[in-house]
């Protein structure tokens, strides 16, 4: 079969992902933790900057659940940035609801989505540039992790050890974590048909039989979850800027 002209073919674009629609019900405050402020701006801010620090990516959906009053007064405009007002119930119909947007808005489903949690603002594009140059050669994608450092320990019911896991070939899931946009769009579609909880991307990715690559990722690359990571975060950003913390 006969190949079309080099000038014809079409490039594939990375797009980023950010579900911003959850409530943070872990970290208690005055709004939810990816509107929290870290040196003067919301932690969503600091997460979309890495993103758009970052030439490959041709796109940020920061997707939002339809009347968010936040997020408006916490993200500066940009011509790559789009908020997507289709949160859903869970981070599956969210991250859905913004591959389904990115395809409506043009991009096709050969484009990679690089998914990132809102509240992991200590992304560097340092990072993001190391999953994309593991993952665009790679025919399924994959995801930034860190191999367990620590030794684990299962719990019992009365919150006692029951006993210790072998670490070995154990990793901490972290994002972003990066897939072709139709290929994730059809894992999250079945899973959830399934009813299937999903706690990332990469879990659907496993349910249709795929293999992700486990890329390097960083320990500074944390979710805000509790008080104490906001103080954290906040003294990393701070560092990097010479900003008082």
Not at 2 to 25: F, Y
Not at 133 to 150: N, Q
Request: proline share 7%; charged share 20%.
């Amino acid at each position: 079969m006969q190949m079309p002209p080099a000038s014809l073919v079409r490039p594939v674009s990375c797009h980023a992902v950010i579900p911003s629609a959850g409530a943070g019900s872990r970290l208690p405050g005055d709004a939810p933790k990816q509107y929290r402020r870290l040196l003067g701006e919301a932690v969503v801010q600091h997460t979309v900057r890495a993103f758009l620090q970052t030439p490959r990516i041709a796109s940020v959906s920061v997707v939002v659940q339809e009347g968010d009053a936040w997020a408006a007064d916490s993200l500066q405009a940009d011509a790559r940035l789009q908020r997507v007002p289709r949160g859903g119930a869970t981070r599956a119909h969210s991250v859905l609801g913004g591959l389904e947007a990115l395809l409506a808005s043009g991009a096709d489903v050969s484009d990679w989505a690089l998914v990132h949690d809102a509240a992991r603002c200590c992304i560097t594009p340092e990072l993001i540039d190391r999953l994309i140059d593991a993952c665009l050669p790679d025919d399924v994608g994959g995801l930034l992790a860190l191999p367990l450092p620590d030794t684990l320990k299962a719990a019992d019911a009365q919150g006692r050890v029951a006993r210790t896991e072998p670490r070995e070939g154990r990793w901490l899931a972290q994002t972003p974590q990066m897939f072709r946009i139709g290929a994730l769009r059809c894992a999250l579609q079945t899973a959830l048909a399934d009813h299937v909880a999903l706690t990332d991307e990469a879990s659907a990715m496993e349910r249709q039989g795929a293999h992700p690559l486990l890329v390097t990722g960083a320990s500074w690359n944390f979710k805000i979850t509790y008080p104490q990571d906001l103080e954290l975060a906040q003294a990393l950003l701070a560092a990097r800027t010479g900003a008082s913390p």
